[in-house]
């Protein structure tokens, strides 16, 4: 009797890889091409984790640290009534480091999956609004590469958190355009939380929903206004202290007027190389624009009101008008805008290049383009926070390593307690730093009370960051006057050119 023969299983991956490279070859070419752009989005991504601890924390982030780490929820309320920012990002800052740890690694980390989740999310939403792979590829590959989206993927601030949010209240936007179900109350939780994280995340809220209403779109006006509601609670609650002169004072008139301010914004946004960057940009516009073959492809009137570009574009238009008369504004507070213009541009895109077409002129052409901004990107986006050695300064500051040189001093005396302070915690916390005294905060009268009490042979520390003269001179000015009181004080001793340390004893 002849034995039935059992066919074996093939093995799965050869299997897959047998389907994959007997297709066609454009669809084999398109999944090369997809294969590609998500190792270049993940070399982005794990290069911005790499550097998550190879800068100290700079004043900024210190700030983070003193407002965040607090002891209980209720204390931490308490103390942001006396602060200028929404409480959303440091009540979510505040459980995280309660349940990992209040470290570097985490207050950086935070900010990293909140940038990796905001990059996801406009794919997504590209992907959502235009049913097209070139689209959704284009907004992953931009969000993850820019130097707006990766200067912040690693900074222990609320821009990246910020990033992430408008980037999900986007794709309920649109879900919402599409008469989506269940986006609705999605759409006006995750822009309350968009309102509660910055005041340009309300402005944002704010502008959008006025457009909203005055192009009488019901269902987004109404959401827009409900989502109005936390915040606008948050602000009357607050509303003692930012009408306060010490609230009106926090926000101090910038160096930056107008036209430093739009300079400085595209520097921020695109990079050092941002000319060639807008260079590049224009020409594709043009060029694809003027040899499109699809007349179908949707206004871009429409794909522009859809993201709320035109929302992004009149905040510029108002908070760029006050800076002619009161320079308040910083680039940094315009990432509210990155998640339209990088979903607006990528479903153009997506628009006028189909799948299809890769492999003809046009999709070569927006390949080389893409390849040449990514290679761009390479270097200009890790440039502040991935310096060539480790543990050097951001922003001109590096307290890490004053907390570390002056760690086994008994009496520390600086005119920037708070930011020492709060290095130290967090890098005893990291167990980098063994526990020991805090930094005595001085001016001019309680320096010479304080040393006035020190004992012969007792030494003092005192120490300042920053780079800029004024406060190299201020430290001088603190030794010499504790050499007339007797105290033989050391040469400054610098610690990069962002940090001085100065000894004297008694």
Known sequence: MNKKTIAQPAHDAHSAAFTIFSLPSPSRWRICLLIIALICSAAFIFKALAAVNLTSLWN?????????????????????????????????????????????????????????????????????????????????????????????????????????????ALVFRLRVIQNKTNSRYLYILTYAAVGLTHYYGLGLLIVQTLIDGFRKKSRLFSCGCLALLLPSLWMLINLGFLTSQEGREWLEPTSLLSPKLLQYLLLTALGPHWQLVLAIGLGTFLLLKFTQVNTSSPSSLLLIQAWGVDAGLLLLIITYTISIWKPSALPRYYIVLAPACLGAISCWLGAHIHSKELLQWRGVLLTGIIAILLSLFWTDSFTRIAPESPYKQRNDSNYRALSINAAASKIKLTRQCSELNASDYVLRQGRLLLPGPNWICINNKRLLKIASKIKVGQEIVIADSKSSNLRKQRLQKDAKALEAMGFNCSKAEMIEPASQVIRCLR
Request: proline letters at 4%.
């Open 60 to 168: 900024d982030e210190l700030s983070t640290v003193e407002k965040s780490f607090q002891p209980s929820l209720s204390f931490l309320i308490d103390y942001l009534r006396t602060d200028v920012h929404p409480p959303f990002y440091y009540v979510i800052l505040w459980l995280t480091g309660k349940i990992f740890g209040e470290t570097v690694m985490v207050l950086r980390s935070f900010s990293w999956v909140a940038y990796v989740i905001g990059c996801a999310a406009i794919s997504a939403a590209a992907w959502s609004y235009q049913k097209s792979s070139v689209a959704s590829i284009c907004a992953l590959l931009l969000s993850c590469s820019i130097p707006f989206t990766v200067s912040y993927s690693v900074e222990g601030k609320a821009y990246a958190f910020l990033f992430a949010l408008i980037s999900i």
